[in-house]
């Protein structure tokens, strides 16, 4: 049986439409399937990057072979007991040609940007998913993701490459995460929601159903939104508020 394993074996997710399925085989057929071990990379040796350690360590069809961080304070540390490499090179040097990567960068348009830059370098990206995190069959999962602990991605919903699902993290049925879209802890996204590229969603937020979230939308930290937000927009409060409109001045990394 000629299977690639590039996510987690204890979930079981379909791939998008346009993306090389990883499991193409039946529900019947995967119970029989034996684990087989994936050398995975981390890019990132940050709070994400560690989190990220986590999901993996929790898999068993994953060998984490070491974090990827050119910061010349990490070089040759150990950051919980995983090796730094300075490069996506030298984990090559080190493991061969055939380790996967996950971009674990909080950033959502770096990790997307840093993504594509490696994919085109020939590196094959993967998901992290807990084995806790609950993940409908009929779902669809993108590469380079990550669906943090507790996390539960329901019936027909998409996640789209590059997005982060943070922990117990509920995305309603027939929902859309798009790319490079991350969603924070507690956050509760209702049915049909949309998510747009690179959007951020703050920690305990609450998305009515049906709403449509812009492209680079920040929602605050429990914001309960009841309306459509344009892109680059700020809404904070509820119900939701205009708060500010995002410029390409506007510091992402405040929000992590
Ligand atoms: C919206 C947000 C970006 C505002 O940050 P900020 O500009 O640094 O805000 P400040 O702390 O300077 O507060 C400015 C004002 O907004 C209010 N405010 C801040 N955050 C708010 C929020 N989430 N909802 C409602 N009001 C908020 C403050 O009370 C303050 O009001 P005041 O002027 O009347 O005193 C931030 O609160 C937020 O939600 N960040 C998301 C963090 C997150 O969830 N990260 C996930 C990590 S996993």
Same mark, same amino acid.
């Given at each position: 049986m000629d299977v690639r394993y590039?996510? $987690?074996?204890a979930r079981m997710p379909s791939f998008l439409p346009n993306i090389r399925p990883v499991? +193409? !085989?039946s529900v019947n057929e995967r119970s029989e399937m034996q684990p087989m071990t994936q050398k995975v990379a981390i890019f990132g040796a940050g709070a994400q990057g560690r989190v990220t350690l986590d999901i993996l360590r929790a $898999? +068993? +069809? #994953?060998? !984490? #072979?070491g974090f990827i961080d050119s910061n010349p304070d990490l070089k040759s540390q150990k950051i919980n007991d995983l090796s730094v490499f300075g490069s996506a090179d030298a984990i090559r040097e080190a493991f061969g040609t055939d380790s996967s990567v996950i971009i674990a960068l909080g950033a959502n348009k770096i990790r997307m940007n840093v993504a594509n830059a490696l994919k085109t370098e020939g590196w094959q990206l993967f998901s992290a998913i807990h084995p806790s995190a609950v993940i409908s069959q009929s779902a669809r999962i993108g590469q380079n993701v990550a669906i943090m602990p507790h996390a539960l991605v329901h019936s027909n919903a998409v996640v789209h490459d590059h997005a982060i699902i943070n922990s117990s993290t509920v995305i309603e049925h027939d929902s859309i995460v798009g790319a490079g879209a991350s969603v924070s802890p507690g956050t509760q996204v209702g049915g049909r929601v949309t998510i747009g590229e690179s959007a951020f969603i703050g920690t305990g937020a609450i998305i009515l159903p049906r709403v449509t979230i812009g492209e680079q939308a920040v929602i605050a930290a429990g914001a309960l939104v009841t309306k459509d937000v344009p892109d680059r927009t700020l809404v904070a409060g509820s119900p939701a508020k205009h708060v500010q409109d995002i410029d390409d001045d506007f510091d992402w990394k405040r929000l992590l």
């Open positions: 590039i996510a $987690c074996m499991y +193409n !085989v $898999c +068993n +069809n #994953v060998a !984490v #072979v």
